[in-house]
């Protein structure tokens, strides 16, 4: 079983930063691509980033050259920095694997204020 504890969410201006923390619990985290992913209110989850086994990484399109996912293997931990926020970035974000698991956290509240 997988458990995702995810923080870090807040109310930010527009062109400010965050640092989101996922937590994982689970038997194996090492050579697991983790990814983060978002959801706003009444529309779908979708994908924002994965960091992959090789430490390969990938984004969407929307987030690129202002996110940066990183993970911590020795405390089983995935960090996502973004920079350069925007309204649109209003969110609830999700940490999970790669393509993910149909069990999710409780997800962190990000709103960006304009």
């Known amino acids: 079983q997988v458990y995702f504890e995810e923080s870090g969410g807040a109310l930010v201006q527009s062109g400010g930063s965050l640092r989101l923390t996922c937590r994982v619990t689970?038997?194996?985290?090492?050579?697991?691509?983790w990814a983060w992913y978002r959801q706003v209110p009444g529309g779908q989850r979708e994908f924002v980033a994965r960091?992959?086994?090789?430490?390969?990484?990938q984004y969407a399109d929307s987030v690129k050259g202002r996110f940066t996912i990183s993970i911590d293997n020795n405390r089983n931990t995935i960090y996502l920095q973004m920079n350069s926020l925007s309204p649109d970035d209003t969110a609830v974000y999700f940490c999970?694997?790669?393509?993910?698991?149909?069990?999710w956290g409780r997800g962190t509240p990000v709103t960006v204020s304009s």
């Open positions: 999970n694997k790669h393509p993910s698991l149909r069990t």
């Open positions: 689970a038997n194996i985290f090492k050579y697991v691509d």
């Open positions: 960091h992959g086994t090789v430490a390969s990484t």
